[in-house]
């Protein structure tokens, strides 16, 4: 006997390599799928974040005196009425 290694064919690394891919493509696919679900959930967030502060900006408080009390303090002419 020449050796007691057993003979390596030069195909069984790729034969290997074959046979182990779908494993890791499934697990790459996974991670790929857990970031771009991360992704999503952050852009959820800020979108409501967004539409709230935009809601809380529109609304008026009971208390607030931001709009004038007539239009002539704003700057504007009032509405013209019929008078008859």
Request: aromatic content about 4%; proline content about 10%.
């Amino acid at each position: 006997m020449l050796g007691t290694q057993p003979f390596v064919s030069p195909l069984s690394g790729l034969l290997t390599r074959l046979r182990d891919w779908p494993v890791a493509a499934q697990q790459q696919a996974r991670r790929n799928a857990m970031v771009a679900a991360t992704a999503c959930a952050q852009r959820r967030i800020e979108r409501e974040e967004v539409a709230d502060f935009l809601a809380s900006r529109r609304r008026p408080s009971a208390g607030s005196v931001d709009s004038p009390a007539s239009p002539e303090q704003a700057g504007q002419t009032p509405p013209a009425t019929a008078h008859g």
